[in-house]
């Protein structure tokens, strides 16, 4: 039940920034719309021009959805995240875009109570769910109703940051920075792992990865 529940939550809440940020600037938003996708480069969504529009009084590269750079987990074991790949949507915003595509369709798959006939991404062939590989040759298809701990935490890497980088432009944009942002970010231990300075793991439950931090940019991430 948590899996599905945490990839349903952060693809949402996500949607839910986006939508809130677009009601504080003025943007047409319909009510309870969804805006989550950032689009393609060459037709931007309504998403990506809700983010630009709100951080115009950034310096260039703190402005929004240029700005990102987001770390993917291409492999998982568990809560231990692994093949990361960097992203930065000045260089990558296509596949970016289509990275985070992929979770709302699974997001649309969990809210219905089925998850969606294929991943599209192949590079999450090593991480299947219950529902186990198709007949269909070379593909990963989907049709079961449970997500594992590795798709649901990778997931969820994404979207925290995500949000927090989204939030340390807004900050910027406001002129709210140093001290008084901190109260704003996401809270630190959402980046931590598990894995102390001399090397012993011991047990954590506040953590929420195993063996490798999750990449957190300063609020002047891109400058």
């Avoid at 599209?120 to 219950?130: F, L, R, T």
Wanted: glycine content about 8%.
């Amino acid at each position: 039940m948590l899996n599905p529940l945490v990839v349903m939550l952060a693809v949402s809440t996500w949607e839910r920034l986006v939508y809130e940020v677009g009601s504080a600037v003025s943007f047409p938003v319909s009510e309870r719309e969804t805006v989550g996708r950032l689009g393609w480069r060459n037709k931007q969504s309504k998403a990506a021009r809700i983010l630009a529009q709100a951080t115009a009084h950034c310096p260039a590269p703190l402005q929004l959805p240029g700005a990102l750079i987001l770390t993917f987990f291409d492999s998982a074991a568990g809560k231990r995240l692994g093949s990361p790949v960097e992203l930065s949507a000045v260089e990558h915003y296509d596949d970016m875009s289509k990275r985070l595509d992929d979770f709302i369709e699974l997001r649309n798959g969990v809210a219905h109570r089925v998850l969606p006939n294929k991943m599209a991404a192949p590079s999450y062939e090593g991480m299947g769910s219950d529902a186990g590989p198709g007949r269909r040759s070379g593909e990963v298809r989907w049709s079961g109703r449970t997500l594992n701990t590795s798709i649901a935490r990778s997931v969820l890497a994404t979207y925290v940051q995500l949000v927090d980088q989204t939030i340390a432009c807004l900050l910027t944009s406001e002129s709210i920075e140093g001290r008084a942002a901190d109260p704003y970010r996401l809270p630190a231990w959402w980046f931590t792992d598990d894995h102390e300075q001399d090397g012993i793991r011991s047990a954590q439950p506040g953590c929420l990865w195993g063996g490798a931090k999750l990449p957190r940019r300063p609020q002047k991430m891109a400058t």
